[in-house]
């Protein structure tokens, strides 16, 4: 069978059984079979694939029928310019995200005092690494502190870490019930932050039902919801996050939509954080 008949033949597969971008889905597991980075590079496409290469795509496109998320079944996903490997149940870090750090990217590019001074930042629910690693990827002189309540999520950033060689400047830390208030920083390490920065589990307890299969099958409940109202982990970041940072410091999330308001409301019925909501960003679906 060709590369194309086993894409043609999977995509139709995917199809019929719904699950959702059939034909990249084909494309991206075939692509890592061969061994190519992207699927538009391999040519030509009416050469036959070995017996091994076959068994190979059959094997991963059953787990995708399973509903399984490309990113583990391919074992690594790339996020800006790293390559990052991804496990389940690991939260998989989304073109959201992505976003989330352009911006933060953008607004610390524009203090240029910053080229010489030491940045502090510390990562809330770090999964794996995508942001801290990203962060101290731009910024060589960015320290990071990242922190997770699972030991499959520190042991992952860690390993990321050891990969792209930045483990010198990144602190990990497990806490261990979800809140800042538990967090226990070394002795030795400095506890004051220029940036806070979190995707945390923002998704309202009413909306966990709507998920896709994907989610809800394969990664970590504790990464997307976020309570009744979604607000559980946010609050304990503005609470906690006011005391850990430096002066003129900033804290920066993912929220949903309805978020904002409430965090404005958060704020002015906590005026001794001395916080303001300095700006509100959509991502690309205008969310």
């Given at each position: 069978i060709s590369i194309l008949e086993a894409v043609s033949y999977w995509t139709r597969k995917f199809e019929a059984a719904g699950v959702p971008e059939p034909g990249a889905s084909a494309e991206y597991i075939t692509g890592h079979v061969l061994r190519f980075k992207s699927f538009s590079l391999i040519s030509p496409l009416a050469q036959n694939l070995t017996a091994e290469e076959?068994?190979?795509?059959?094997?991963l496109c059953e787990k995708r029928m399973n509903?399984?998320?490309i990113q583990y079944i391919l074992g690594e996903w790339d996020f800006?310019?790293?390559?990052?490997?991804?496990?389940p149940p690991v939260f998989i870090p989304r073109p959201e995200t992505e976003e989330l750090v352009e911006h933060l990217w953008l607004y610390l590019q524009e203090d240029l005092s910053r080229e010489e001074e030491e940045l502090g930042i510390?990562?809330?629910?770090?999964?794996?690494g995508a942001i801290s690693l990203s962060l101290l990827h731009e910024f060589p002189q960015a320290h990071c502190t990242a922190v997770d309540v699972t030991k499959e999520a520190v042991e992952l950033t860690q390993h990321n870490a050891e990969r792209l060689g930045l483990c010198d400047r990144l602190n990990i830390i497990?806490?261990?019930v979800l809140s800042l208030n538990d967090i226990v920083f070394p002795a030795d390490f400095e506890t004051k932050f220029d940036v806070i920065v979190s995707n945390p589990p923002y998704i309202w307890t009413q909306d966990m039902g709507t998920l896709e299969q994907e989610i809800v099958g394969y990664e970590n409940h504790c990464a997307l919801h976020g309570g009744t109202d979604g607000m559980g982990l946010i609050r304990d970041i503005i609470?906690?996050?006011?005391?850990?940072?430096?002066p003129g410091g900033s804290i920066w999330l993912e929220v949903d939509p309805r978020h904002p308001?409430?965090?404005?409301t958060y704020l002015n019925n906590h005026l001794q954080y001395q916080l303001?909501?300095?700006?509100v960003y959509q991502d690309f679906n205008e969310r």
């Open positions: 076959r068994t190979k795509v059959w094997k509903r399984m998320p800006r310019d790293l390559n990052l490997v991804m496990r510390l990562e809330v629910g770090c999964g794996s497990k806490f261990i609470h906690t996050g006011h005391k850990l940072l430096k308001d409430m965090i404005q303001h909501l300095a700006g």
